[in-house]
Structures are given as structure tokens and as C-alpha cells.
């Protein structure tokens, strides 16, 4: 079971922090606190624990491939991994803490694993504008051939211009969907068939020649006739956004990945919001390994049900519906505040679940402010004889 340490000093706004990463890692906290940053940094170094155990494998035997090395080497490329100036992540840190011997056999496990898979934020634009924006590249590509341009520089500066590497990675992963496609079903295929029947209300179909996305509700047309196809740009928010995790799920995903979410909650509603909780309970159970950044109390309040329950005999899980594919266990979750650039673990208890105090105290405030307009406006109607 994955278990790692982390620790991020002067990372944009963060100053000073440390987490735990376990199968499902929760970061919470306002916004512009460093989430996503920290999110992006980690995605970083899991991709390049691959990279640097082949490395290892046919270096010398002289030469030193240990954990300073590597982490002096996932800080000194957090620059180009956000498409920022060197000057600008000068003094960031982002350092993996743990024995030697522990990272020795966590290179010789990445060796064999798939590259981390992060899903941005801006997810809901690119899956309507990725082919535009390869299009786009290939156009600048054939400028390039026909004039004096260097292309090494081309390829450094424009096709990845304006994008953080994960963005970027993410960009070409739905340039190849069409190629992506099992011809029969992999290993979560009935995860994704629920994701479109309980969260999306229809079937997601990506054409194999032509790479484009349609939609076909369950739903039936006002009239009763089924509901023809229709393409992704045509479609809700939702189930735009949940186009790129169905993908995943359908053709690429497997036990021991991991998958990373910026905002799983992206445009949806909240009873959809507990749905998606309880769906990546499912896989952490199933043993995909979740990372995400919320700044959802719905989800938080479904992961703390899942987290009680586990302390129950099985009669409140069939009272509230739940499976016990679904319910997990305090050492299975790590979770923490980004704010006041710092990172503040959460405590987590089977009893009470994640103790996550950043939205209580807004709750608390939402509800004080609106029972203190309703009252004060109710007596000063009974003042004035309104009725």
C-alpha cells in the first residue's frame, strides 16, 4: 500500500509544508493556496521515478543514483514542468522523504508501473478544443519547414507555450483516443459503465477514425422517441467534464495507477458530488491510487460516512445504500489544509472521519450570517404591525 512523504518549501505561494501521500490523498483548502502547484509537483516526480530507475539500471556502478540525487532533480525541473522561469522556482523544494533501502524498492516497483494520469481543471475546454489545438501545432510545424526557424526551439517554446507539462501530457493523451480504444473490456469496465448510468445519464462513443466524441442520453425526447446522438460540444458541463475519467476507466486504467483530479466536482451537482466520492472509494478499494484537490464539502462529508461505516456490521450500510466495495479505513486516507501558505495535515479517525475545520468554519458563518438577516428582518416586521 503506498505510503510516501513529501515535503514542499517556497513553491508559488506555498512556503512550508509536508503531506502524506496513501491511496486516497485529499487536499483541501481556498482558493490560489497551492493546490494545484502541489498537485502538478507530485505528478511530476511520480512520472520521473520511471525515468530515473532505468537510469539507475544501466548507469555504472560508481556512480550514485540515490534518493538526494533524485530529489535534487525533481526540484531543479519544477521550471520547466510549469513553463515558468528558472528565476521564478529558483529556491522551490520539492523533496521525497524516506530510507534509501525504502527507495530502492520503490524504483524497482515504478519500473514496471504505468506514468501517473492527472486530469486538469481545464479539462471541460480541452476535451472540446484538443483537435483545434493539435491542428494548430501541425500548422506551425509546417511554417517552421519552410522558414529559418530552428525547431528544437519551436517545439520547446510554442507546442508547449502557455502549458504546465501535466496540461500538456493531458492534451496528448485525447490526441490519441482514437488508437486508445480496447477491442474488449479492461479491467474497470463496469466502473465506467456506472459512471455514465449513475453521474453522465447516458453513453460516451469516441469514433475510430475521425477521433470525435459523442453523446447519447438515456433520457427520451419530449415526445418519446429515443434521443439521438449528439456531439460533446452539444452536451452539459457535467457531462463534458466526466468525458475524460469514462475514457480512462473504459481503455487505459488499471490496478496500481495512479490517477490524479483537480476539482472532481467540476459542474456537478451535489448529489452527483457524493456519487463521484463514492465511486473513487470504489477504486482506491479496487487499487487505482487517488490523488484529488477539492474545494467540496459534499464529497468531504461522503468520504467521512464511507470512513465511519467501516466501524459498522453491515446494517447501516444497507439502510443508506452503500456497498462494501465502497467503505474505507482511516489508514487508507491522508488529507490537509493549503492555507496561510502553509500545508496542515488533517486529523483522520474511523470515528469521525476527516476532521476538515476549512469548511466547518464557513458552514458555521453562512449559517449565523443568514439566521441573523431572517430574525432581525422578522422583528423589525413585528415591530412595524406587518403581517
Not at 474497470?188 to 466524441?213: C, M, P, W
Not at 475514457?247 to 486504467?253: D, V
Not at 467503505?327 to 491522508?334: E, M, N, W
Amino acid at each position: 500500500m503506498i505510503n510516501l512523504n513529501f515535503t514542499v518549501t517556497n513553491l508559488g505561494v506555498v512556503r512550508t509544508g509536508e503531506f502524506n501521500q496513501k491511496p486516497l490523498t485529499i487536499f483541501c483548502g481556498p482558493n490560489n493556496s497551492g493546490k494545484t502547484w502541489v498537485m502538478y509537483s507530485l505528478y511530476h516526480c511520480h512520472k520521473k521515478l520511471k525515468a530515473f530507475a532505468k537510469k539507475r539500471k544501466s548507469a555504472e556502478k560508481s556512480e550514485q543514483w540515490g534518493l538526494q540525487k533524485f530529489n535534487n532533480g525533481i526540484s531543479e525541473m519544477l521550471g520547466d514542468l510549469f513553463n515558468a522561469r528558472d528565476d521564478l522556482l529558483h529556491d522551490a523544494k520539492f523533496y521525497l522523504q524516506m530510507e534509501p533501502e525504502q527507495f530502492g524498492k520503490l524504483l524497482d516497483d515504478a519500473e514496471s508501473m504505468n506514468d501517473p494520469f492527472l486530469m486538469p481543471a481545464e479539462r471541460n475546454g480541452l476535451h472540446l478544443f484538443y483537435r483545434e489545438l493539435s491542428s494548430r501545432r501541425t500548422a506551425l510545424l509546417h511554417h517552421a519547414s519552410k522558414e529559418n526557424i530552428n525547431l528544437n526551439e519551436l517545439l520547446r517554446d510554442v507546442i508547449r507555450s502557455r502549458y504546465a507539462i501535466p496540461i500538456a501530457d493531458y492534451i496528448d493523451w485525447l490526441n490519441q483516443l482514437s488508437d486508445m480504444q480496447r477491442s474488449a473490456a479492461g479491467y474497470f469496465h463496469e466502473t465506467a459503465k456506472e459512471l455514465q448510468r449513475k453521474l453522465a445519464g447516458g453513453a460516451y462513443s469516441v469514433d475510430k477514425s475521425s477521433g470525435n466524441i459523442a453523446f447519447k442520453p438515456y433520457q427520451k425526447r419530449r415526445d418519446g422517441v429515443p434521443t439521438d446522438s449528439m456531439g460533446l460540444h452539444m452536451t452539459s458541463s457535467t457531462v463534458k467534464s466526466l468525458f475524460g475519467l469514462w475514457f480512462y476507466l473504459e481503455n487505459r486504467a488499471k490496478p496500481g495507477d495512479l490517477l490524479m483530479i483537480d476539482e472532481p466536482e467540476l459542474n456537478i451537482h451535489p448529489q452527483n458530488q457524493r456519487a463521484i466520492a463514492r465511486v473513487l472509494a470504489k477504486l482506491v478499494n479496487a487499487g487505482i491510487h487517488i490523488v484529488i484537490s477539492t474545494h467540496s464539502d459534499y464529497m468531504v462529508r461522503e468520504f467521512n460516512s464511507l470512513l465511519m461505516l467501516s466501524q459498522d456490521s453491515g446494517e447501516l450500510r444497507e439502510k443508506h445504500s452503500y456497498s462494501e466495495e465502497e467503505i474505507l479505513t482511516a489508514d487508507q486516507v491522508s488529507a490537509c489544509l493549503f492555507d496561510e501558505q502553509t500545508i496542515t495535515p488533517f486529523e483522520i479517525t474511523s470515528e469521525d472521519g476527516i476532521y476538515a475545520t476549512t469548511f466547518d468554519e464557513v458552514i458555521k458563518d453562512l449559517n449565523e450570517v443568514n439566521d441573523d438577516i431572517y430574525y432581525s428582518l422578522q422583528e423589525k416586521h413585528l415591530e412595524s404591525g406587518d403581517d
